[in-house]
């Protein structure tokens, strides 16, 4: 009787690995159709950033080196740069802009956040006043700022009379060098405080309860819980948050150019971003308008490298 024959395995192929399985031509098909679409988002985001935003920030760049003479564009050296560093309006552009970030920053930083912690204290209508607070930025820019201009009225504005209401003295808010810069920052703050506030109530949501619970059996009040858990708690947006509404504030126009005209009284409103306009849409001088949103968009750029860096300091 013959002994039985046992099968032996067949050795892999060679070049391929045991074990390996060649794949399927409808598991390739798929693979690769969401490689394509994946790389088909991929390649048009990049197209509408280099449309949208990379090619104008190198346009600007190259425009700041010319001039247009006689209807031909020319190379015109530093002479762009030289301009307006000469212009007295620059300087006075610069003190207006740095004057109302600071401003803003003093209102429309702190005020979004005490109104979050506020939100954050009730317990029924939260979703209510979420949308009171977030109306204004629903609202049209140009709508906003005309209800404004009518509160600054000096004859019969709501301001002045609740002023008056007080017995104190009418003010000329938008017509006083004084008064001008303040009246936009306040009118600025009241359009654009319902996102940042938003934003902060979230964070406040995310920190636990015993946080508080555990500041309160030590003896803190309301300002020590908030000093010493709400704010490093909320650390990360906050340091976000300063950094996005500085970069924001530096770029300011609608609302001095609508409630003001601009420049207002004694050019007391006229921003770097103003200027730039008038340079482009007044004066046709695109060279220099380019030069100066070079000029500005290098100190933002400088201005961000440090705070990241500084912050990050802070964390190590």
């Known amino acids: 009787m013959a002994a039985p024959t046992m099968s032996r395995p067949a050795a892999p192929s060679a070049g391929r ?9 409808g598991e390739f098909a798929r693979a690769l159709r969401r490689n ?9 985001a990049v197209l509408c950033f280099s449309l949208f935003s990379w090619y104008p920030m190198v346009r600007e760049f190259i425009l700041a080196f010319q001039k247009n003479e006689d209807g031909e564009t020319v190379w015109a050296g530093w002479s762009n740069i030289s301009y307006i560093f000469n212009d007295p309006a620059f300087w ?41 607070v977030y109306l204004p930025v629903m609202l049209p820019p140009v709508a906003s700022v005309l209800l404004f201009k ?20 009418a003010q000329d808010w938008l017509q006083s060098s004084d008064t001008a810069m303040l009246s936009v920052v306040i009118a600025a703050t009241w359009m654009n405080m319902g996102a940042a506030t938003l934003i902060y109530l979230a964070a406040l949501q995310g920190i636990p309860g015993e946080l508080y619970e555990a500041a309160e059996l030590d003896g803190a009040g309301l300002f020590r819980k908030i000093w010493h858990v709400t704010i490093p708690q909320t650390r990360l ?5 300063l950094l996005m509404q500085i970069i924001a504030t530096m770029q300011v126009f609608v609302e001095p150019f609508l409630l003001t005209g601009g420049a207002g009284p004694e050019n007391s409103t006229l921003t770097v971003v ?9 004066f046709n ?5 380019a030069a100066l949103g070079v000029v500005l968009m290098l100190v933002l750029a400088v201005f961000s490298a440090v705070y990241v860096r500084l912050d990050r300091g802070s964390e190590d």
């Open 274 to 282: 103003q200027l730039i306009y008038q340079y482009a849409f007044t």
């Open 237 to 241: 947006i906050l340091s976000l948050m």
């Open 92 to 132: 006075d552009a610069w003190r207006n802009t740095f004057l109302f970030t600071g401003l803003a920053l003093l209102l429309g930083f702190a005020v979004p956040f005490a109104v979050a912690i506020v939100l954050n204290e009730f317990r029924h209508g939260r979703a209510y006043l979420r949308i009171l």
């Open 17 to 25: 690995p045991a074990g390996h399985r060649r794949p399927r031509r």
């Open 150 to 169: 009518y509160f600054y009225d000096p004859g019969h504005g709501l301001f002045n009379r609740v002023l008056e209401a007080f017995g104190l003295p």
């Open 36 to 44: 394509l679409t994946a790389h088909g988002f991929l390649i048009g």
């Open 285 to 289: 001088n695109y060279g220099s308008a």
